[in-house]
């Protein structure tokens, strides 16, 4: 079976409650059920975690790499355009394939949301699909990994 670990980072927590014109009204509970039942459809362990705090993103994605993961699916929040740590985290444990993750467009945002630190060493990056961007990183990461 394919294991994945989905990291969301600062504030994902207060999906459903935060800003609900952007990141809509589904609570983070319920959009960590749907990530996990669509990764169990596709036969893929989802490992789930949040943290507001930078230093357990960076030790969540070595960890990932340490414990044999089979990808990453990141979403960094605002340490997508803050930092340097997450990114040197994730270029260190390439080949190990991790995709970006942002629930609105960021493209279409302030001028400092459309900085990503980490999507130069990521395989993808999806943004503005809501909860399906998750489900669609990890079906980018599959089929990644059946093309090696």
Same mark, same amino acid.
């Given at each position: 079976?394919?294991?994945?670990?989905? =990291?969301?980072?600062?504030?994902?927590?207060?999906?459903? @409650?935060?800003?609900?014109? /952007?990141?809509?009204?589904?609570?983070?509970?319920?959009? #960590? %059920? /749907?990530? $996990?039942?669509?990764?169990?459809?596709?036969?893929?362990?989802?490992?789930?975690? $949040?943290?507001?705090?930078?230093?357990?993103?960076? !030790?969540? =994605?070595?960890?990932?790499?340490?414990?044999?993961? +089979?990808? /990453? *699916? @990141?979403?960094?929040?605002?340490?997508?355009?803050? &930092?340097?740590?997450? %990114? +040197?985290?994730?270029?260190? #444990?390439?080949?190990?394939?991790?995709?970006?993750?942002? =629930?609105? +467009? @960021?493209?279409?945002?302030?001028?400092?949301?459309?900085? &990503?630190?980490? %999507?130069?060493?990521?395989? %993808?990056?999806?943004?503005?699909?809501? *909860?399906?961007?998750?489900?669609?990183?990890? !079906?980018? /990461?599959?089929?990644?990994?059946?093309?090696?």
């Amino acid at each position: 079976m394919t294991k994945m670990m989905i =990291i969301n980072g600062p504030n994902l927590n207060m999906v459903g @409650i935060r800003e609900p014109e /952007i990141y809509g009204t589904m609570s983070y509970q319920d959009m #960590i %059920a /749907i990530v $996990q039942k669509e990764a169990a459809k596709r036969g893929i362990t989802a490992i789930c975690r $949040q943290s507001n705090h930078e230093g357990d993103l960076v !030790d969540w =994605i070595q960890e990932a790499y340490f414990e044999k993961f +089979d990808g /990453i *699916v @990141i979403n960094p929040g605002a340490y997508t355009h803050t &930092s340097i740590a997450l %990114a +040197d985290a994730v270029k260190a #444990i390439a080949p190990l394939p991790v995709v970006e993750v942002h =629930i609105s +467009d @960021i493209n279409t945002r302030e001028k400092f949301r459309q900085v &990503s630190y980490e %999507a130069l060493y990521c395989l %993808a990056q999806i943004k503005g699909e809501g *909860v399906q961007g998750y489900v669609h990183a990890m !079906d980018v /990461i599959a089929f990644h990994l059946k093309k090696q």
